[in-house]
């Protein structure tokens, strides 16, 4: 079975230090990935997606970043935090590019800037 | 461009009390996935179901049932028998395609539901 894990689940840093955020999936190949981020008052933000190594897109302008290094890996990274950036991370798999599939998501990162 | 709406903010109903969640959603496609996702206090987002378009038939899973109507552009969530367990936020959420491949969510602002003793 398919499974989605998330380091660390908790992360408190100062501003201006550097992230690095880990998603890794188990037992599919080639899925879409995912990086969601959701802010105090719940709403959930898609920033970026990924349809194979390498392949990255951003849906919206962030002082974040995001890699592919492997099939099953998306990480999410940032030069220098701002206290907008605190929030729940979320990172969400498909197993394919159909575009009925289902979102699975993993346990999530909080992020707390201070 | 897509839109939901979860017009409920919180919730609070007793144990053992039915309680609906709305959702309405806007969208151009003819085509399109509808989904519902739990969150409790742990954070994890938890998925539901998915209903396409074409299927306007409800569905029953145990004390969850859905309720879709293209006619209102509406899919609703209903808890029978509500339980302490079920305190969590749900949201309602819609699918559209990306032009890079894939999909994404649009998602609803969500429900806080609260069940009590």
């Known amino acids: 079975s398919q499974t989605i894990h998330q380091w660390p689940a908790t992360l408190v840093q100062p501003v201006g230090s550097p992230l690095s955020l880990e998603c890794t999936v188990e037992?599919?190949?080639?899925?879409?990935l995912y990086w969601y981020r959701q802010a105090a008052g719940r709403g959930l933000q898609l920033l970026f997606y990924?349809?194979?190594?390498?392949?990255i897109s951003s849906e919206v302008p962030q002082n974040l970043s995001a890699s592919r290094p492997q099939d099953r890996q998306f990480i999410l990274s940032s030069k220098k935090l701002l206290l907008s950036d605190s929030g729940f991370y979320l990172c969400?798999?498909?197993?394919?590019?159909?575009?009925?599939?289902?979102?699975?998501f993993g346990p999530g990162t909080r992020l707390t800037v201070l | 461009a897509q839109k939901v709406t979860q017009a409920q903010t919180e919730i609070s109903v007793v144990e053992k009390e039915d309680v609906t969640l709305d959702c309405v959603y806007e969208?151009?496609?003819?085509?399109?996935?509808l989904f519902w996702y739990k969150q409790p206090p742990s954070g994890e987002l938890v998925f539901l179901i998915r209903?396409?378009?074409?299927?306007?038939q409800n569905e029953i899973s145990g004390r969850y049932s859905w309720n879709f109507q293209k006619s209102t552009s509406s899919f609703n969530f209903t808890i029978t028998a509500s339980q302490v367990v079920d305190s969590a936020v749900y949201f309602c959420?819609?699918?559209?395609?990306?032009?890079?491949?894939?999909?994404?969510?649009?998602f609803g602002t969500g429900t806080q539901l609260k069940v009590e003793l």
């Open positions: 969400a798999w498909v197993p394919s590019l159909s575009r009925q599939d289902t979102q699975y």
């Open positions: 037992g599919t190949s080639n899925p879409n």
């Open positions: 990924s349809v194979g190594i390498g392949q």
């Open positions: 969208t151009r496609d003819t085509t399109y996935y």
């Open positions: 209903r396409n378009s074409f299927d306007e």
């Open positions: 959420a819609l699918i559209s395609l990306l032009t890079g491949g894939g999909n994404k969510l649009t």
